[in-house]
């Protein structure tokens, strides 16, 4: 006899006939034994339904076979068929995606192919196993039919027991094929997440779902593993997530772990989004931002403090940053005429606007590199693929100094052919030729630099362009030549590490170094000026008298101006980063009033002690900074009266301007919304007219505007067309049918409000990055001026004198001259030995005594 599939469980449809033979059988087994009978009916579940015992056939030849399932059947069997017609679908009508997709997901979001053969080699199995457990389950029935007649109340129990074991093994594989069958089908999010992905492979991307950032596939495993939350299954992808408010934290964790983080936002709002023809699609995303060491600039990673936080010294988020963070790019060019290597080097820091650049001859050891990258100490490394054998070791004993990863210089390798100066200079060409703001570089002056700065210059703007802080390279004033003897004496990378002038040789610290003797500075951007002072000491004579007349001054006067300048750069943020997160049209509106409100009250105390600075003020330096400062401020007031101070303070974009007058879309769209907003509140008449309540008025429940509310008792003089929006057991909210219709066009024009504000924002912002490099001429000189406060607070210290400098003759001379940081470092209760130094090469040889 036939079996049916799987679906009718291994049973046939129609009445089981026993053959002749099998009756003839049966018929001289009637007086059989009752044992004999017994062993014979344990037998049937292997041979089927032959040698059955006569008391088994008698009982089997009233018994009819069902041709319909029994209920609980039909419902396991509805539940398989939607199981096997889901399958179906994901196997036979899949969304379709394109090749890149599936290349991406092999690479950590699908193996959409080996799922695939694994999930054909189960369904064969299944259906090898169904074969199998239809024979079995034929011989079961059959067993337990026999039972009932004579076999025993313990064989029926068994039987039943048995049965009860396959169908629930039976019901376990039908979930398993379900699961395996819908792995394959991709939610609109994850395709969505495919095709960002797709474009952004080096990247861990962040994505915007709601009120939390979610991580996909290998991006999540990776989040997990760095942040130490939790990872798990959804779907078809591992994923994690975190809160939105704590964006930044976790961007800079993974960031400083040597990661490119990537901020995918959501790009469209609900009321807006229900005015196009879309409304019922996924929401549009894009990435919005891209993060390395080097590039965290943004409200998104740096969040600033209250202006109260800030003046109370308070402010903890600026430690955050390191002191520097540039991004360095090497190239490297080999003579054949001369058999020599030229190495070209371009610095940028954009979070302050810092562009260092150089060209110079190197040897098989690198020193030279070796001691420009310990100046710079840049955060992050660009190189091309094909960077010589011997600038890798140099690189690789760079980054695996720092014992922590957190400390570890990023080095990211990139395509060879963007190095090559033809490539290069059509990238910088390109970009200069569309720069239209004063002050900028002109093409000129840039194709007239060397060649292995244009082919490191070159692939620098392609890379800043992918995280938008190009606009860096436009600034004539930023650009600096490390080995320009006017800047200061060149110190080798053999002299930095020996005598610790930066860092020690103990743990690669900051404490005992030359550094960390002279710098007791207050603000950021003075710690940025004190490190290059004392990495270029100043080598101009006249140079050199003048800061110390400015020391001198400071060590012994107790002036006004300088006892007023000391108490002001205590209380600053970090200046020089903030107008330039600003200059980049990425700064958040507290950042922004908090750098502007700063710089503006800078900007007045100064000026109010500009009779006092001129009066009692006699170094020439001191004198230039504190009355250049107040001319260079002025700008900032005019945009600080502009701003509404508890709306920048809140992040309120929507009343961020108190005067409207020069933005007039702004205005055009808040008299839209007043015209709106008159219309609804005029609607209140009809309302009162209709219901009869002449003191009725809008009421809001949960965010939800202008409710009318109705007793329940009362429904019946509610009009039909109106909606109901919310009821308890005794009232009932409801809209008019004009409540829907306007209410929806005044959300809408809210949001377009915002989306007004925001634009607004950005050129609001534009406007103050034309006054940057004046603001940025500012900063420089308060920062110049917290370093000669420090180092008059050194001369507090110890026993130090004022050198003489003496220009016609070439000597050293020290008097009891002691290492000042061996001397911090043994403290007063161990005593350190005074030496005699002198130094001249004027006599006939030149002579070292000590003594």
């Not at 080996?114 to 389950?137: N, T």
């Not at 004190?530 to 001198?552: C, F, G, N, Y």
């Not at 502007?596 to 109010?608: D, H, I, K, M, P």
């Not at 050194?794 to 001259?817: F, L, S, T, W």
């Amino acid at each position: 006899q036939k079996l049916s599939s799987d679906e009718d469980y291994g049973l046939p449809r129609k009445r089981a006939k026993l053959s002749p033979d099998d009756q003839q059988s049966a018929a001289s087994q009637e007086d059989c034994e009752p044992e004999a009978c017994q062993k014979e009916t344990k037998l049937t579940g292997s041979r089927g339904a032959g040698g059955l015992c006569a008391s088994t056939l008698e009982k089997l030849k009233g018994f009819t076979w069902a041709t319909e399932p029994t209920d609980t059947q039909r419902e396991e069997r509805t539940t398989d068929s939607v199981g096997s017609e889901t399958c179906d679908r994901g196997s036979g009508v899949r969304p379709q995606v394109d090749d890149q997709d599936q290349h991406s997901y092999k690479h950590g979001l699908q193996n959409t192919e080996e799922e695939h053969e694994e999930g054909e080699e189960d369904e064969e199995e299944e259906r090898e196993e169904s074969s199998g457990l239809a024979v079995a389950k034929q011989g079961v029935l059959l067993s337990k039919f026999a039972n009932q007649g004579g076999g025993g109340g313990r064989g029926g129990r068994g039987g039943g027991e048995e049965e009860e074991e396959e169908e629930e093994e039976e019901e376990e594989r039908r979930r398993r094929r379900r699961r395996r069958r819908r792995k394959g089908v991709y939610t609109p999010l994850e395709l969505q997440v495919i095709e960002l992905k797709e474009q952004h492979k080096d990247a861990l991307l962040a994505v915007e779902c709601g009120y939390k950032y979610r991580f996909f596939g290998e991006d999540a495993e990776i989040a997990a593993k760095e942040l130490n939350i939790f990872c798990h299954l959804d779907h078809n992808f591992m994923t994690c997530s975190i809160p939105t408010h704590r964006l930044f934290v976790h961007v800079r964790r993974l960031v400083s772990h040597g990661h490119k983080v990537g901020v995918v936002k959501q790009t469209e709002t609900s009321a807006m989004k229900a005015l196009g023809a879309n409304k019922n699609a996924l929401f549009t995303r894009q990435l919005t931002a891209l993060y390395t060491k080097s590039t965290l600039v943004g409200e998104d990673v740096n969040p600033v403090c209250r202006l109260g936080d800030v003046e109370e010294g308070a402010c903890g988020d600026e430690l955050l940053d390191p002191p520097n963070s540039f991004l360095l790019c090497i190239s490297e060019n080999w003579d054949k005429l001369k058999k020599q290597l030229t190495v070209g080097l371009v610095a940028v820091q954009p979070s302050t606007g810092d562009v260092l650049l150089d060209c110079f001859p190197d040897g098989q050891s690198r020193s030279e590199l070796e001691a420009r990258i310990l100046k710079i100490n840049p955060v992050e490394i660009l190189v091309p693929s094909d960077l010589s054998e011997q600038t890798h070791r140099l690189l690789q004993s760079i980054t695996n100094a720092s014992a922590q990863a957190d400390d570890r210089v990023r080095v990211e390798r990139r395509d060879r052919a963007q190095f090559e100066f033809p490539s290069a200079m059509n990238t910088v060409t390109e970009f200069y030729c569309h720069t239209e703001k004063k002050a900028s570089r002109c093409l000129s002056s840039v194709a007239s630099m060397e060649t292995p700065v244009i082919c490191c210059l070159g692939p620098l703007i392609q890379f800043l362009q992918e995280f938008n802080l190009e606009r860096v390279f436009r600034s004539e004033s930023s650009f600096q030549h490390l080995s320009c003897r006017s800047e200061g004496m060149t110190l080798s990378a053999t002299t930095l590490r020996n005598l610790e002038i930066l860092n020690n040789q103990t743990d690669g610290g900051v404490r005992g170094s030359l550094l960390w003797v002279l710098d007791h500075t207050c603000t950021r951007f003075g710690r940025r000026l004190m490190r290059k002072w004392v990495s270029r000491p100043l080598t101009d004579p006249q140079s050199i008298s003048e800061r110390l007349d400015a020391v001198q001054e400071v060590l012994e006067s107790d002036s006004l101006p300088l006892t007023s300048i000391k108490s002001l750069l205590s209380h600053l943020p970090d200046l020089e980063r903030g107008i330039c997160s600003i200059y980049h049209k990425k700064s958040s509106t507290q950042e922004f009033y908090v750098i502007t409100s700063s710089l503006c009250r800078v900007g007045l105390e100064l000026q109010a002690l500009v009779p006092a600075i001129e009066a009692q003020i006699r170094s020439k330096l001191l004198q230039s900074l504190l009355l250049d400062i107040p001319k260079l401020l002025d700008p900032a007031h005019s945009f600080l009266k502009v701003l509404n101070k508890k709306a920048a303070q809140m992040g309120n974009k929507t009343e961020l301007f108190s005067d409207l007058s020069g933005f007039p879309v702004l205005q055009e769209r808040r008299e839209q919304i007043q015209t709106a907003l008159d219309e609804i509140q005029d609607h209140r008449k009809e309302i009162r007219l209709t219901l009869k309540a002449p003191a009725l008025d809008y009421i809001t429940v949960s965010g939800q505007e202008f409710l009318i509310q109705v007793k329940n008792s009362l429904a019946s003089t509610v009009p039909r067309d109106w909606v109901i929006i919310s009821s308890t057991k005794t009232v009932s909210r409801y809209h008019s049918s004009f409540l829907v219709e306007r209410y929806k066009k005044l959300q809408q024009l809210r949001e377009q409000l915002l989306l007004d504000c925001h634009s607004e924002w950005i050129n609001f912002m534009d406007e103050f990055g034309e006054h940057y490099h004046t603001m940025k001429r500012a900063i420089s000189h308060l920062a110049t001026m917290d370093c000669l406060l420090s180092l008059a607070e050194v001369a507090k210290q110890g026993d130090y004198c004022r050198p003489v400098v003496c220009e016609d003759q070439r000597q050293i001379m020290i008097r009891d001259g002691r290492h000042p940081a061996i001397d911090l470092l043994m403290g007063v209760q161990n005593q350190y030995v005074p030496n005699h130094t002198e130094l001249r090469t004027h006599l006939t040889n030149d002579k070292i005594r000590t003594t």
